[in-house]
């Protein structure tokens, strides 16, 4: 198993950046796929970004592409989540989830089965 752990959300004006971290535990966190997700009130929990376990892919979703960058070490166990150009729109909470998936089910929620409990991310107009 692997726990993880989000940090470094808040406040940030609309245009600004923050970057997100989560540390997982164990051993095995290089055979583990990242994945980041979102979920604002009233919406279901949403795909943002993930990094492959091995080949190093990354997959974005629509709405960051461009915007948010998914890097991992894993000398340090821990993936970042950099967000720019913010908007008021990127406002949830941002989980950090963990599994070991194909390259395939990278966007796939319901294949990570390890979860942090999230950050807040507040964007302000």
């Known amino acids: 198993q692997v726990q993880v752990v989000e940090s470094g959300g808040g406040l940030v004006q609309a245009g600004g950046s923050l970057r997100l971290s989560c540390a997982a535990s164990?051993?095995?966190?290089?055979?583990?796929?990242m994945g980041w997700f979102r979920q604002a009130p009233g919406k279901e929990r949403e795909f943002v970004a993930a990094?492959?376990?091995?080949?190093?892919?990354?997959e974005y979703a629509d709405s960051v592409k461009g915007r948010f960058t998914i890097s991992r070490d894993n000398a340090k166990n821990t993936v970042y989540l950099q967000m720019s150009s913010l908007k008021p729109e990127d406002t949830a909470v941002y989980y950090c989830?963990?599994?070991?998936?194909?390259?395939?089910?990278?966007?796939?929620?319901?294949?990570?089965?390890?979860w942090g409990q999230g950050t807040q991310v507040t964007v302000s107009s």
């Open positions: 990094i492959a376990r091995s080949s190093g892919r990354t």
């Open positions: 989830a963990a599994d070991s998936l194909p390259d395939y089910a990278l966007r796939s929620r319901s294949q990570y089965d390890y």
């Open positions: 164990g051993r095995t966190f290089v055979s583990y796929a």
